[in-house]
Every structure is written in structure tokens, then in C-alpha cells.
């Protein structure tokens, strides 16, 4: 069964940092762009970034710009969101999906359950 895992949500503090993981199961990710994507109470799911099979990547989120940061280990067969100075608003569920393609531009496939992330004092 092909199918993506995320893990790594969690309750933060404003300013705190989290990372989050999205593990692929049944195929590997080498072969495929994947995007971290979110979706807050009320709101639509917003794309934040994504990277391409050469590690190419490509942001979607201004408000988030200079602080989060995707990456992939195809080694581990794991794409990452690292999260700094995380701010209430960035309170979501966190999901990420795999691309039908090498790059981002196509669309996404195939999506994990999500994650949830929740700043707060």
C-alpha cells in the first residue's frame, strides 16, 4: 500500500521550533516532487513549499518565508518541514503530498493523514 506518513506535530510555544516529518511507505520517494501543505480551522489548505527530485525548492507561502524549511533525505526515504519562530497563526493541520511528477508544477497525488501543529502559551 503507497501511502505517506507524517509525524512531528505538536503543542509549541510562540518562538518555538518543530520539525516535521513525512515518511513514505510502498514506494520511494526518489522519483517524486513532494509538498508540505496546511490547513487551519475555518480556512482552506494553503501550499507552503515544495522540492523537487534534484532538491530544488520552491516556496508557495510568503508568510513563512524565513522560517520554515523543506528538505528531503532520500536515504531515509523522508521529507522534512523545519519550523523556527513558529507565531500563533501558523496553528494548522499539516500535510504533505507527493507530485505526479519529478517537479512541483503538476499537481499532487498522492497525500499523508496530517499532522497537527498548535502555538500557544
Known amino acids: 500500500q503507497l501511502q505517506l506518513v507524517e509525524s512531528g506535530g505538536g503543542l509549541v510555544q510562540p518562538g518555538g521550533s518543530l520539525r516535521l516529518s513525512c515518511a513514505a511507505s510502498?514506494?520511494?520517494?526518489?522519483?517524486?516532487?513532494i509538498g508540505w501543505f496546511r490547513q487551519a480551522p475555518g480556512k482552506e489548505r494553503e501550499g507552503i513549499s515544495c522540492?523537487?527530485?534534484?532538491?530544488?525548492?520552491?516556496n508557495f507561502l510568503d508568510s513563512v518565508k524565513g522560517r520554515f524549511t523543506i528538505s528531503r533525505d532520500n536515504a531515509k526515504n523522508t521529507v522534512y518541514l523545519q519550523m523556527n519562530s513558529l507565531k500563533p497563526e501558523d496553528t494548522a493541520v499539516y500535510y504533505c503530498?507527493?507530485?505526479?511528477?519529478?517537479?512541483?508544477?503538476?499537481?499532487?497525488?498522492?497525500w499523508g493523514q496530517g499532522t497537527q501543529v498548535t502555538v500557544s502559551s
Open positions: 522540492v523537487n527530485t534534484s532538491g530544488d525548492t520552491t
Open positions: 503530498a507527493a507530485a505526479n511528477s519529478y517537479v512541483c508544477e503538476y499537481g499532487f497525488d498522492l
Open positions: 510502498g514506494f520511494t520517494l526518489d522519483y517524486y516532487a
